[in-house]
């Protein structure tokens, strides 16, 4: 019986080791993918500027008068 015991608690302490390190690593996995996320953003975002900024010197801009 003692030695069911031993065995339990010796697999309690590994799945628990387990599921411990799983879940870390899952925790990384999510923070380096919000990271990534962030640059690509940020990165689009620059380019989107810089399209911008390279058409609006092509056309002219026309803005109407919004007071009669």
Do not use: Y
């Not at 640059?39 to 919004?66: E, F, M, N, Q, Y």
């Amino acid at each position: 019986m003692a030695e069911a015991l031993d065995t339990l608690i010796t697999l309690g302490w590994w799945a628990l080791g387990w599921l411990v390190t799983i879940c870390a690593a899952g925790t990384l996995a999510i923070l380096a993918a919000a990271c990534l996320g962030w640059a690509i953003c940020r990165a689009l975002r620059a380019a989107a500027r810089k399209v911008d900024d390279a058409l609006s010197t092509l056309t002219p801009t026309t803005r109407k008068d919004p007071t009669p």
